[in-house]
C-alpha cells in the first residue's frame, strides 16, 4: 500500500509558476513509479508527467513539454511537478499516483489504469 498526499496548488496567473509536491509513504515507495494527472470539469482525467521508480526515466504530455519538470526526492519520500509558464488550460485538479505493477526501473504508464494509489488532488487555477 502506498499513501499519497498532495499540496502546493493555488491560484497563479498565467505565465507564472506553482510546484506541486507528492507526499508518499508506506513500504516499497522507490519502488513505484509515480504519475502525475489532471481533471478539468467535464472533462476526462489526462496525463501530464511520471517518473519511473529508478528516477531515470521521465515522460510528459506534449501540452506540458518543455514547462513542466517532474523529480522525486527519496530522501523526503516526494515526487515534485515543478510548472512554469503556467497557462489558463492548465486549470485543473492535480492528483499523483502510484503504480503497483512490478516492471523496468525505467518504466513510466502513461494510463489510468496502469496507477493504483491515489492522492486526494489539488486544485491548480490559472488565471489570464
Known amino acids: 500500500q502506498v499513501q499519497l498526499v498532495e499540496s502546493g496548488g493555488g491560484l497563479v496567473q498565467a505565465g507564472g509558476s506553482l510546484r506541486l509536491s507528492c507526499a508518499a509513504s508506506g513500504r516499497s515507495y522507490t519502488n513505484n513509479a509515480i504519475g502525475w494527472f489532471r481533471q478539468a470539469p467535464g472533462t476526462e482525467r489526462e496525463f501530464v508527467a511520471g517518473i519511473s521508480w529508478s528516477g531515470g526515466s521521465s515522460d510528459y504530455a506534449d501540452s506540458v513539454k518543455g514547462r513542466f519538470t517532474i523529480s522525486r526526492d527519496n530522501a523526503k519520500n516526494t515526487v515534485y511537478l515543478q510548472m512554469n509558464s503556467l497557462k489558463p488550460e492548465d486549470t485543473a485538479v492535480y492528483y499523483c499516483?502510484?503504480?503497483?505493477?512490478?516492471?523496468?526501473?525505467?518504466?513510466?504508464?502513461?494510463?489510468?489504469?496502469?496507477?493504483?494509489?491515489w492522492g486526494q488532488g489539488t486544485q491548480v487555477t490559472v488565471s489570464s
Open positions: 499516483a502510484a503504480s503497483a505493477m512490478l516492471t523496468s526501473p525505467i518504466w513510466v504508464g502513461v494510463n489510468s489504469y496502469e496507477y493504483h494509489y
